[in-house]
Nanobody, 123 residues
C-alpha cells in the first residue's frame, strides 16, 4: 500500500520556525518529484515547494522564497520542509505529494498525497 505520512506540524508564534517531514511507505520516493502544498481555511490548496527526484532542482512559491527550504533524503525515503520566519498567512494544512512524471508545482500532476499536518502561526 502506497502511503505518505506528514509530521512536524503544530502551533508556533510569528517569526518562529517549524520543520515538516514526510515519510513514504510502500514505494521508493527516489523516482518522484516531491512537493509540499498547503490549504488555509476557505482557500484553495496551493503549491509551496517541490524538489526533483535527484534533489538537484527546487522550486518555491514566491510567498515562501527565502524563508522555506525543501530537502530530501532518498536513502531514508523522506522529504522535509524547513520553515523559518513564519507568519500567520503561513497557517494551514500542509500536504506532501509525489509526482511520477514532471518537475512542477501543478497540483493536478501529483499522483499520491499524504493526509496533511496542521500548521498554525499565532501569538
Amino acid at each position: 500500500q502506497l502511503q505518505l505520512v506528514e509530521s512536524g506540524g503544530g502551533l508556533v508564534q510569528p517569526g518562529g520556525s517549524l520543520r515538516l517531514s514526510c515519510t513514504a511507505s510502500g514505494f521508493t520516493l527516489g523516482y518522484y518529484t516531491l512537493g509540499w502544498f498547503r490549504q488555509a481555511p476557505g482557500k484553495e490548496r496551493e503549491g509551496v515547494s517541490c524538489i526533483s527526484s535527484s534533489g538537484g532542482r527546487t522550486m518555491y512559491a514566491d510567498s515562501v522564497k527565502g524563508r522555506f527550504t525543501i530537502s530530501r533524503d532518498n536513502a531514508k525515503n523522506t522529504v522535509d520542509l524547513q520553515m523559518n520566519s513564519l507568519n500567520p498567512e503561513d497557517s494551514g494544512i500542509y500536504y506532501c505529494a509525489a509526482d511520477a512524471h514532471k518537475f512542477t508545482l501543478a497540483e493536478y500532476e501529483y499522483d499520491w498525497w499524504g493526509q496533511g499536518t496542521q500548521v498554525t502561526v499565532s501569538s
